[in-house]
Structure formats: C-alpha cells, structure tokens
C-alpha cells in the first residue's frame, strides 16, 4: 500500500477546500455561486460520472458476480447504518435542525473522489472496479434513503406525495439506469463516452468548492468546540468500520468484495452531505464542518485500516 499516494489524495481534497473559501473571501464566489454550484453538480456532472463509470466496465461471468455481490453488502452496510444513525443521533439530543446531518455522517462517506483512488492504491485495478460497484449503491442510496434522513423531523411537514417528490431526483434516476446499464451490457460512442468523463470529473471538485463556501462562515474554535461534531466524526472514522470489520467477516462473499465495501466505508463524511443541506435547507455550516473535521482526521485513520485490509487479504490469501 502506497501510503504517500493516500496521504496526497486526502490533501488534494484540503486543498480544494480552501480554493472555494479563498474564492468566496475575495468576493468571486457569493451565496449565489453555491446555489449554482450545487446545481450544475446534481443535475449534470453527477449523472455523466454515473453513466461513464458504468459503460465504460468490462462484464464477464466472474466480474457481474463480484459487483453484484459488492451492491449487494454495499446497500445492506448503508441501510444498517442508516438505521443505527437514527439511534445514536437520539442519544446526543442533539437540535432539530442538526439531526438530519448528523445522521448522514454515520452511514454515508467520500467513498467517490477520495475512495477511487485509494481503492486503487490499496486492492489494485479490480478493487477500484468494485468501488464504482459500491460507490453506485451508495449513490442511490444517499439521494434516497439519505434525503428521507434529512428530512423527515424537520418542522415543515409534508404529505406522503411532497415527500417522496422532495427525494425523486435527478442523481437517483442516473444511478438506476447506470445499473442496468452495466447489467445489459450497454455501451456508448467514444465520442459520448468523453463527453461523459470530461463533465462527470468535475463532480468531486465543485462539491469541495461548496464546502470551502460553506467553510467561511465558521472559525477553526467553533469546529474544535463542538463535542457532539467530535463525537460524530470518531464514530464516522473509527467506530462504524471497525465495527463493520468486527462483525461481517463471516459474511460468505469474496474476501476482495468484502475488504472494498469495509474500505468504503473508511472515508470521511460524504461531501454530498452539504449538498443536501444546500438542496434541503438544513443547517449547510454544521454540514461543511462535519467534512471538514473527518477529511483531516482521516489522514490518521485511513491509512490504518489501509494496512489492516491489506493484511487480512494477505492472510487469507
């Protein structure tokens, strides 16, 4: 394992952070621009990602075994977790307005733009394959079950039809179709393909341009004072793959499947956590604050569970 290499994705990610404050700082980037942002990255660049990653993967027998099963415990992991975050977000008694972010960071992680890479570094050209697989799950299941988390205490309740109205989107509807895509064996003109890689990689980076908007609104002491953000960010980091580690072992898919989704499940908040609270209007600062603490803090954790996956893989091999 490249430790170096993890270490430099984790920075890149710091660094485009600070890109978008230092931006909204000298007043190129307003409020505005976050809106705009967060809108050109759900409803263009996150679907063209969705759509290259899945047309562009080889399907042989082996392969659409692998990624079912990876779907599969990917979904499961994020459905158990999600379900825990509603038990442990009751126990801080944390403010309505908090809630719905706190319980977003338990389940839901940078497993994209960080986890690609890193699942590269760590378990190779067929690990990364299996990550797209997860990170497919994960998408569906953030923009779905992870909208229905945010929303459902807020104060302003709605009808059965207004809720599911509020968490029918356009990221869901792509990854849907990326999977049969993948499943049927669809592919595009190299031309469209291009396309698709040109605007899907600039998902990751306007989604930590957004952060580093939502960053200049906050201060370094309010971040470090928050306990139930501290407490969050080590059951993001340490608890919830550690325990996962502990417990799934025994589950009877292929050890590389279960090391990936374990692996996934290693990485800070999600950054589509503050892109939620843009599209939501939940509380967007403690949002980009909970990326913030897991991003830096997981320059520590992740390279731990790094060497530990890789040894397990070592051991049973």
């Known amino acids: 394992m490249e430790v170096l290499l993890v270490l430099r994705k984790i920075l890149s990610m710091f660094l485009i952070i600070f890109v978008g404050a230092f931006a909204y700082k000298i007043k190129w980037f307003d409020k505005e621009t976050e809106k705009h942002l967060t809108t050109l990255m759900i409803n263009i660049a996150c679907p063209c990602i969705v759509f290259y990653s899945m047309v562009t993967q080889e399907r042989t027998g082996v392969m659409v075994g692998k990624a079912t099963q990876s779907l599969v415990m990917m979904t499961a992991v994020l459905l158990g977790t999600s379900l825990i975050s509603i038990f442990v977000v009751k126990l801080l008694k944390a403010p309505r307005i908090d809630r719905g972010i706190y319980r977003l960071m338990i389940p839901f992680t940078n497993c994209g733009f960080m986890g690609y890479p890193l699942a590269y570094a760590v378990f190779g050209d067929e690990g990364l394959f299996l990550a797209i697989i997860a990170n497919m799950a994960f998408n569906i299941v953030i923009f779905s079950v992870g909208a229905l988390l945010l929303i459902y205490d807020m104060e302003e309740k709605g009808s059965v039809k207004e809720t599911i109205k509020k968490i029918f989107s356009i990221p869901l509807v792509s ?131 790094g060497m530990i996956l890789n040894a397990y893989l070592l051991h049973i091999g």
Do not use: H
């Open 175 to 305: 990854c849907t179709m990326g999977l049969f895509m993948f499943f049927l064996g669809v592919k595009f003109p190299p031309l469209v393909v291009d396309t698709l890689k040109y605007v899907g990689d600039m998902t990751a980076p306007l989604a930590m341009l957004v952060v580093g908007i939502q960053l200049c609104q906050s201060s370094v002491s309010r971040i470090v004072k928050n306990r139930r953000l501290l407490i969050m960010t080590v059951i993001r980091l340490v608890a919830v793959p550690g325990l996962l580690f502990a417990t799934l072992w025994w589950v009877p898919v292929d050890p590389l499947v279960f090391c990936v989704v374990v692996f996934a499940m290693c990485m800070p908040a999600a950054a589509y956590i503050s892109v939620l609270a843009v599209r939501y209007k939940s509380n967007t600062l403690l949002a980009a604050e909970g990326i913030f603490l897991s991003t830096m803090f997981s320059l520590i954790t992740i390279p731990i569970f």
